[in-house]
């Protein structure tokens, strides 16, 4: 998932090239039904040779879509720096790397993190549709136990519960790390 | 090049299931943002001004949709509503979720934008002697809406991206009808692609036009 942070940086170059290709990769991937996105990969990769098992196309292909929600994510945060920053690091004498590393990238994290806790918490629930394609997680467990027993209504209910707990439990400790990462002052 | 087994000719023979899912794909997310607006609204008004009972069920609804995937919200509203004695057919029980899950995006979004208006505003209109209905309709509710748009324009292209989770339980939209083209010529990159495309024009199309109204409403400055 660090491709995002490559593409947030690409985004914001210099460079219009750059810029072209990580806006065109943000572009097509947010405008894209993830369940498409996943369909394609799992079926249409090995026609390349490309052999992988459908939990590692699973991942790949969510993290090629968080990818670029993240960027988003990012892009918003390193234009809501303010342009002293960078400038103050290269005047205490780093280089354009070690600002970026140093400087930019602490202070662009903590701004990005409300955004990037939400987006967390929706690609947990996107991992729902990979019983599309058969990887046995919650979702596709909960379908087979409701096809075998018929206790539709038990099934559904604690398997929507389970996901609501999860999403409270990684909110509450996404606000927890906030708390924690945040200067004091 | 037009044969059998080449891509053009596949093309055309399926132009018409391709075309028939597409419309289905359109009415349902079309369906879904409109109905999903209506409720979404009511979510939102109640909770900002509802009383504290009536605002703690919407938050308890919110919170439990928002915290389920949307997957399995069509998948339960498949399954569970024939088995309380609700016999809707696929397209409604999948129209439902995807109702529901629009109402409470929309419902925050309201509330965000409702919240995020300063306090002032409400003060200053009581001040020259507006009621509240004349408050929400001529001072809130104009700033509010602008505040919301570009959220709302997001969920539009997310429920036209979530009509695509209407294919596992059989509704015949633009993806369960590109699986069977491909399950019957086994073209799974092109086809895929294909589809892919399409939704990214549809997406492509309600963001650019959301981006223009955007321009449109925004204030003078």
């Known amino acids: 998932m660090l491709d995002c942070l490559v593409a947030a940086f690409a985004m914001n170059s210099k460079h219009a090239y750059w810029r072209r290709i990580a806006a065109c990769y943000v572009t097509a991937i947010r405008n894209t039904p993830l369940l498409v996105l996943i369909l394609f990969s799992y079926f249409v990769l090995p026609r390349f040779g490309i052999r992988i098992g459908k939990i590692e196309s699973f991942v790949l292909t969510l993290s090629i879509y968080a990818g670029a929600y993240l960027t988003e994510v990012f892009r918003g945060a390193l234009l809501a720096l303010p342009g002293g920053l960078r400038e103050a690091g290269l005047a205490i004498g780093l280089t354009e790397w070690q600002t970026k590393v140093w400087i930019i990238i602490p202070i662009m994290l903590r701004n990005a993190f409300p955004a990037l806790g939400n987006n967390f918490i929706s690609l947990f629930k996107d991992t729902s549709l990979a019983a599309a394609i058969a990887v046995p997680e919650l979702t596709f467990y909960a379908r087979q136990i409701n096809v075998n027993t018929f206790r539709v209504i038990e099934t559904w209910l604690v398997a929507s519960l389970m996901y609501v707990a999860a999403c409270y439990i990684i909110a509450a400790g996404l606000r927890l790390l906030e708390r924690r990462l945040a200067i004091p002052h | ?221």
């Open chain 2, 1 to 221: 090049m037009f044969e059998q087994g080449d891509f053009p000719y596949e093309l055309w023979v399926s132009r018409w299931a391709i075309l028939q899912g597409l419309g289905t794909t359109v009415l349902v997310s079309a369906l879904a943002i409109v109905l999903g607006t209506i409720l979404g609204t009511f979510v939102g008004l109640v909770l900002v001004y509802g009383r504290w009972v009536s605002r703690f069920l919407v938050r308890i609804y919110v919170d439990f949709v928002r915290g389920t995937p949307v997957f399995v919200l069509v998948l339960a509203s498949f399954y569970l509503l024939s088995q309380i004695g609700i016999q809707l057919t696929a397209f409604q029980a999948g129209l439902l979720a995807l109702v529901i899950f629009c109402s409470t995006h929309v419902g925050e979004n309201l509330r965000g934008a409702l919240l995020s208006l300063p306090r002032g505003q409400t003060e200053a209109a009581k001040a020259i002697g507006l009621t509240f209905p004349q408050i929400f309709a001529y001072v809130l509710a104009p700033q509010a809406l602008r505040q919301a748009l570009p959220a709302w324009v997001n969920t539009a292209t997310e429920m036209v991206k979530a009509s695509t989770l209407l294919s596992v339980i059989g509704v015949l939209e633009l993806l369960l009808v590109t699986k069977q083209i491909i399950s019957r010529n086994f073209m799974s990159l092109e086809f895929y692609f294909l589809a892919g495309l399409i939704y990214f024009l549809i997406d492509y199309a309600i963001e650019r036009a959301g981006k223009a109204v955007e321009r449109r409403v925004a204030l003078p400055s």
